[in-house]
T-cell receptor, first 113, second 114 residues
């Protein structure tokens, strides 16, 4: 399984951009990078995913380095509601075509007023 | 659509009791899975299913059974609960096929075994 490494915690001021890094140096060519977040023990929520191009949606932007060994999730204007644990996940093709989400420890992001 | 629905939300069991955690999805997703989350840890995969009638083990399957008789439902059974199974359990589903899909999670079942 490709592994990911994230800082355990980060702080960001409300209204500023939050940049969350993730290292995935063993990622293989067909593995996507997914980001999920978990707010206060609720079920994980999908944020964004990408393969090799930068991606943007209404929640965030995902910047993937050219060698694909690392990525950064950007929340452009963080709000207090963005306080959560953010998981960077590399999907792995499992047997019978089932994909397994390999969750690491995540980054606990705290948005400060 | 209700998405992924888990019941119950909370449960307390005595050691040795059995119970079934329910998971249902109304999105016609082929893939469903169960995770557990323990304090300070990420989610760990217990069992998963690629479609009705097909299930397989994940990372931490011991002490749990699953079945998938319909596309919509994927119950998780604890045959003889142990304190080590105290955890928050999440069910997830995903559309069939392809890399480019997201998983939808339920709101979790918080289980305490005393």
């Amino acid at each position: 399984d490709a592994k990911t490494t994230q800082p355990p915690s980060m702080d960001c001021a409300e209204g500023r951009a939050a940049n969350l890094p993730c290292n995935h140096s063993t990622i293989s060519g067909n593995e996507y990078v997914y980001w999920y977040r978990q707010i206060h023990s609720q079920g994980p929520q999908y944020i964004i995913h990408g393969l090799k191009n930068n991606e943007t949606n209404e929640m965030a932007s995902l910047i993937i380095t050219e060698d694909r060994k690392s990525s950064t999730l950007i929340l452009p204007h963080a709000t207090l509601r963005d306080t959560a644990v953010y998981y960077c996940i590399v999907r792995v093709l499992y047997i019978q075509g089932a994909q397994k989400l390999v969750f690491g420890q995540g980054t606990r992001l705290t948005i400060n007023p | 659509n209700a998405g992924v629905t888990q019941t119950p939300k909370f449960q307390v069991l005595k050691t040795g009791q059995s119970m079934t955690l329910q998971c249902a999805q109304d999105m016609n997703h082929e893939y469903m899975s169960w995770y557990r989350q323990d304090p300070g840890m990420g989610l760990r995969l217990i069992h998963y299913s690629v479609g009705a009638g097909i299930t397989d083990q994940g990372e931490v399957p011991n002490g749990y059974n699953v079945s998938r008789s319909t596309t919509e439902d994927f119950p998780l059974r604890l045959l003889s609960a142990a304190p080590s199974q105290t955890s928050v359990y999440f069910c997830a589903s995903r559309p069939t096929g392809g890399w480019n899909t997201e998983a939808f999670f339920g709101q979790g079942t918080r289980l305490t075994v005393v």
